[in-house]
């Protein structure tokens, strides 16, 4: 069972959700702010806790380049550092990044449905909690990226997508790739959304796969000493979900329903 929740399909599943939702992978993202005495070595207490249930682990890095101009000509560099860890489930259905400015918890393609992805993503971001003693909550994020395979090597994007690019009429209409980012308000949610979309290699001949990617988010300052914290974050996290089903519903099309219906 899917995620996504159905906006106003013609024959609804008694479930009410998409039977066939093209969720590759969801995202639940915790940012915060940690006192400077805390170290990538303490972080590391978690890789072993849970080493069990995330056996698979790999260095987070994050790199910095630099451009110089010199009369000789332009010089290039870069610059390598560990941020955190990444771990991952035995079943490789599951990965935490575990990072000096916050947590994320990703479910991989089958994915399931919002409880157990919750659970556990919770589950991880107490025993986070428990060993870098985050003060504030400065960032939360609820991401779903969606995968629509469609049995087409030839389609009109907005057949599709109700969000997506739009050539000028004074070029040619053929597309062979593209890559859109936009950003935009949502004041009922109290949140902002980053979608993203693009094409990319089908698992499959004959078909067409585009990507649509939705990064909801909400700039927070949340104490985790406050007593209503744990209620706060649920609420948060809850409110973003239905953001990102608002906009899923918002981009696709009647086309997209019924193929995933």
Known sequence: MSDQRLGNPTSPPASGRYSRAPIIEAVIEI?????????LSRLARIEKRESQRYPNVQKRMEVQG???????????????SQ????????DEKYIAQIR???????????????????????????LYRQVASPKIVTRLG?????????????????????????????????LTGYFMQIQVLLPEH???????????EPPTPNTTSLILDIDTFRQVELSTSSETFDDDL??????????????????????????II
């Open 100 to 126: 000096m400015d916050g947590f994320s918890c990703s479910r991989l393609a089958p994915y399931e449905s919002w409880t157990p992805f919750h659970n556990e993503a919770m589950r991880l971001w107490a």
């Open 31 to 39: 940012r915060v702010s940690l006192d400077p005495s805390i170290t």
């Open 190 to 200: 109290t949140a902002m959304v980053n979608i993203n979309s693009t094409i990319v």
């Open 66 to 80: 630099e451009i110089g101009l010199q009369e000789t000509g332009v010089s290039a560099s870069a610059v390598g």
């Open 142 to 174: 609820v991401r779903y990226i969606n995968r629509l395979d469609i049995p087409s090597q030839m389609i009109e994007i907005k057949d599709y997508l109700r969000t997506s690019p739009e050539i000028s009429p004074a070029l040619p209409q053929t």
């Open 83 to 90: 941020t955190g860890h990444v771990l991952t489930s035995r």
């Open 234 to 259: 649920e609420k948060a996290l809850a409110e973003l979900r239905r953001a990102k089903n608002f906009v899923f519903e918002g981009c696709i099309t009647p086309a997209t329903r019924e193929m």
